[in-house]
């Protein structure tokens, strides 16, 4: 599939193989924003709020004020025009090193967070006994992997009650399993489903055969009560061969999620040489990483294609160049009607707003990109149907988007 001559693949493979060690996380200088952009919703105009540091997820609370996570650890609080100091109270994260993909992670309030006051969070944990050990040698990214980071670590997922500018009573509620040394692809976009169960995006940390691995929650989408119980409806409840946490499985890179007005839960998942993957997410369902996929190992060998395995759930669409999805959400506003139940997606190897209008659950009818000249790591919807968007930068613009 997708031959290559040997020419160009001996010429490629080096710089693939740095691609690989990087992925979708390269910093790169980016010039301000333009304040107009031109769409399908007509003229759009941008408006720059703050500066965080590599921020990676928002919430919007009742009222308007905006959670967001910064991956060094810091949790801010946007209001009336100005970024709170970091909250107190924020699970503490191993964050080795500007632009990796640990760190503090998603951030998502409860659905009764006006009587609750319960924020999620999800972040990198080091090995609680804090074990350490060595990278071992990955081919299919094309060569030698970091060798500096010895530290065991996975995703976790806490949650605390927000009271003004800290958090309290807060406690881990999930885990990945097993913790890994080293490489990235942790996930964890956390959303609440109509059910008012709590979905997560856990990421295959590049080891590949655990996203296929029932014993394992690395690679899947995860379904928990919101308290970190475990729904005795979920498919593989009650098995001794599987994890009961399991909603989905065969799964990579998923940093994005959401809901349809019709309950459907939709992610984005990130290929490798291609393959970027907008999936239907329904329950107990296979998704085929890392056996197949309609993109290519770094170095080999060359992996499948979806058509090829009629046993495994197809994505509604793919794409090759890569889009490097992060963060998504169904717009529902009034302020953009041209857009009303568009899925709206962050995309930062496009450096767009990608707008999909779907047709059915079997294809994208309209695609759009909104040129944004920035990495674009999540979106959320604003109380009067603006959006807010931030920038993946180590000097990441939180930014708004209005007519």
Known sequence: ?????????????????TAGSVGAQQQQPTPPPPSVVSTSAGNIRIERLATLEYPWGMAVLPGGRVLITEKPGRLRIWENGRLSEPVSGVPTVVYLRAGEQGGLLDVEADP?????RLVYLSYSEADLQGAKAAETNEMRFGGPRQQTDSIIRGAAVARGRLEGNSLHEV?????QTPKTVGRGHFG???????????YLTSGDRQRFDPAADL??????????????????????????TARADIWSYGHRNTLSAAFDPSGRLWTL????????????????????????????????????????????????????????????LFYSGAMFPA?????????????????????????VGVEERVFMGRRIRDIAQAPDGALFVIVDDKSGDLLRLSR
Request: no cysteine; glycine share 12%.
């Open 1 to 17: 599939m997708r031959p290559m001559s040997l020419r160009w693949s001996s010429f490629l493979i080096p710089l693939l193989a």
């Open 339 to 363: 857009w009303r139940g568009s899925l709206l997606v962050g995309g930062l190897a496009t450096q767009s707003l990608i707008r999909l209008q779907l047709d059915g659950v079997q294809r």
């Open 188 to 198: 964890v976009r956390i959303v609440f489903g109509p059910d008012g169960k709590l």
């Open 215 to 240: 014993r394992s929650n690395l690679g899947k989408v995860v379904r928990i009560n919101a308290d970190g119980s475990v729904p005795t409806d979920n498919p593989f409840a009650g098995t001794d």
């Open 112 to 116: 009764n967070f006006a009587t609750n």
């Open 171 to 175: 406690q881990v509620i999930w885990r």
């Open 269 to 328: 998942d990130m290929g490798a040489r291609g393959g970027d993957e907008l999936n239907l997410i329904e329950r107990g369902k296979n998704y085929g990483w890392p056996y197949v996929s309609d993109g290519d190992n770094y170095a080999g060998p060359s992996i499948p294609d979806h058509s090829t395995r009629r046993d495994i759930t197809a994505p509604v669409r793919s794409w090759t160049p890569v889009i490097a999805p992060s963060g998504a």
